[in-house]
């Protein structure tokens, strides 16, 4: 399995990661958070977007052998469904937040067929509300969602609980409890900031209010 830390200290060097619990930033839901998570800054280090790409085909490698297929999710998945896709030799599609509203008015991108099992590539998961907007499109069209792999997870309990209801098995490189523990063992959050970042995840709509 994934060296949690190790990618969560990947994503701290190259700045993909920044913790502000002294000034949270302001998600576009609205809810303040002392972290905020990019990932499209990986891409920019090659070494980094490596080790990264690696530690994801291991992953889907050990834990989800029967997937014969990548889905990205766009538009952050994109680059590492297909980069996975391509160190596997795995046919690829990826898919639109909306049908396109030109042309064929697709919103699944690629060729597949129904017998396909399909494993979804993201970028992070939140709340899991996106992404598993993209594992209906994906079973509307008649495929078969065997899971999903993202590089970063906030653990968010609702989020747990909505993958669990849609019966989508998933799994993260890191996430947000490894990399605050690294932080602290780095000497980057002392005990004091470490409960109240951990009181963020157990209720994220109404921390710092």
Same mark, same amino acid.
């Given at each position: 399995? !994934?060296?949690?830390?190790? %990618?969560?200290? #990947?994503?701290?060097?190259? &700045?993909?990661? #920044?913790?502000? +619990? ?7 839901? &609205?809810?303040? =958070?002392?972290?905020? $998570? ?5 891409? =920019?280090?090659?070494? %980094?977007?490596?080790?990264? #790409?690696?530690?994801? $085909? ?10 014969? /297929?990548?889905? @990205?999710?766009?538009?952050? @998945?994109? +680059?590492? &469904? ?14 639109? +937040?909306? +049908?396109?509203?030109?042309?064929? @008015? ?5 060729? *597949?067929?129904? =017998? ?31 899971? /999903?792999?993202?590089?970063?997870? *906030? @653990? ?8 669990? #209801?849609?019966? %989508?098995? *998933?799994?993260?490189? !890191? ?8 932080? /602290?063992?780095? &000497?980057? %959050? ?5 409960? !109240? ?13």
């Amino acid at each position: 399995m !994934t060296n949690e830390k190790a %990618v969560a200290e #990947k994503l701290l060097q190259v &700045g993909a990661v #920044k913790l502000s +619990p002294n000034e949270p930033f302001t998600w576009a839901s &609205g809810w303040k =958070s002392p972290i905020y $998570c990019d990932n499209r800054k990986v891409l =920019s280090f090659p070494y %980094v977007r490596d080790f990264i #790409k690696s530690e994801m $085909c291991n992953v889907i490698f050990e834990k989800f052998a029967e997937a014969d /297929m990548l889905a @990205g999710v766009a538009t952050a @998945g994109i +680059p590492w &469904g297909a980069m996975a896709a391509d160190q596997l030799k795995l046919p690829y599609i990826y898919v639109r +937040p909306k +049908p396109k509203e030109h042309g064929l @008015g697709n919103q699944i991108e690629g060729a *597949y067929q129904a =017998s396909n099992k399909i494993l979804v590539i993201e970028d992070l998961i939140s709340t899991g509300k996106s992404s598993l907007q993209v594992v209906d499109v994906l079973r509307n069209a008649g495929l078969d969602v065997v899971g /999903m792999v993202s590089i970063f997870n *906030y @653990g968010f309990s609702l989020a747990d609980e909505a993958f669990k #209801k849609a019966n %989508v098995p *998933y799994l993260s490189l !890191t996430n947000y409890a490894s990399l605050i523990e690294l932080a /602290m063992e780095k &000497g980057e %959050v002392d005990p004091s900031t470490h409960d !109240t970042l951990m009181q963020w995840r157990e209720r994220p709509a109404s921390w710092n209010q």
